[in-house]
């Protein structure tokens, strides 16, 4: 009767080698659901570098419906009343398609204003209540001739 059942060390080899299959099967299937998933966590994580300094300084952004929330696919921004400083308005142009700009009553100078030429798709800034000049806003209207700029 002994002989016809296998014997312990043979039964815990063919165990060791399922589960190691098993294994190999399941870190497989993880690192393929991770491959998938990763694109979804960058696009995230891109569009919280780029929101988040706006939101620290009271900012917001605004998107198209119905597009992923990314600073490509921003439509308008809006810092009105922030604390800016010239130089934190180069967040601003990482949103190269934003189509409003929205800086009323803030301390941006006609020195800020470079920051913003890369804003090709601009179709409306607000500069009323800034500290820019007339000529800084008639340089930055020859740059961005396209954009209705009230100020």
Not at 20 to 25: D, I, P, Q, S
Not at 62 to 77: K, Q
Not at 129 to 149: F, H, N, Y
């Amino acid at each position: 009767m002994t002989s016809l059942q296998p014997s312990k060390g043979k039964r815990r080899w063919y165990g060791v080698r399922f589960r190691l299959r098993w294994l190999l099967l399941c870190v497989g299937v993880l690192a393929a659901l991770f491959a998938w998933i990763a694109p979804f966590f960058q696009r995230e994580l891109a569009w919280h570098q780029a929101v988040d300094p706006i939101r620290r300084v009271g900012g917001s952004v605004a998107w198209y419906a119905d597009t992923d929330r990314s600073p490509e696919t921003a439509a308008s921004i809006s810092l009105i009343g922030t604390a800016i400083t010239d130089e934190e308005l180069a967040l601003v142009s990482e949103f190269h398609n934003a189509a409003t700009l929205l800086l009323r009553n803030t301390q941006i100078t006609d020195s800020g204003l470079r920051h913003l030429t890369s804003l090709r798709s601009l179709q409306y800034l607000d500069l009323k209540g800034t500290r820019v000049t007339d000529s800084g806003v008639e340089k930055l209207q020859r740059a961005l001739p396209d954009t209705k700029i009230s100020h």
